[in-house]
């Protein structure tokens, strides 16, 4: 989900029913859920250990990287900074590849992971 679901008006709908919650207690419990819902999601793969890269706005957390380092002792955490992909850049260089894949007539995706049908051409072009 996006900021358009999860965001500040959405907390505070769900935090009405709660009644006087401290913000100091929202904020460990969203890094609580953050870093469950991340090794929750790396448990399905199976994996038991390795490399873990993190990057957005998470790769500055330094909570978040302790929280994640309890759940997964197995994995070894890294920044995006240090292979020489800032954090913050990470998704807008997604973007720019998958563009150039599309222009390039190339797929952009990996059935494996997404469960598509095979590789596919993403996106569409719209000229004036």
Do not use: K
């Given at each position: 989900t996006?900021?358009?679901?999860?965001?500040?008006?959405?907390?505070?709908?769900?935090?009405?029913?709660?009644?006087?919650?401290?913000?100091?207690?929202v904020q460990a419990t969203?890094?609580?859920?953050?870093?469950?819902?991340?090794?929750?999601?790396?448990?399905?793969?199976?994996?038991?250990?390795?490399?873990?890269?993190?990057?957005g706005g998470g790769a500055y957390n330094h909570a978040l990287w302790q929280a994640l380092a309890?759940?997964?002792?197995?994995?070894?955490?890294?920044?995006?900074?240090?292979?020489g992909m800032?954090?913050?850049?990470?998704?807008?260089?997604a973007f720019a590849w998958l563009a150039a894949q599309r222009l390039a007539g190339k797929s952009g995706n990996l059935p494996a992971v997404t469960g598509a049908l095979g590789p596919r051409v993403l996106g569409a072009l719209y000229h004036p």
């Open positions: 996006g900021r358009e679901t999860f965001c500040r008006e959405w907390l505070d709908q769900q935090l009405v029913a709660f009644g006087g919650v401290e913000p100091v207690d969203l890094l609580a859920l953050t870093a469950w819902s991340i090794a929750e999601a790396i448990g399905t793969t199976g994996l038991c250990g390795g490399e873990l890269w993190l990057c309890e759940r997964l002792p197995g994995w070894s955490l890294h920044s995006s900074a240090e292979m800032a954090p913050q850049w990470v998704e807008a260089c």
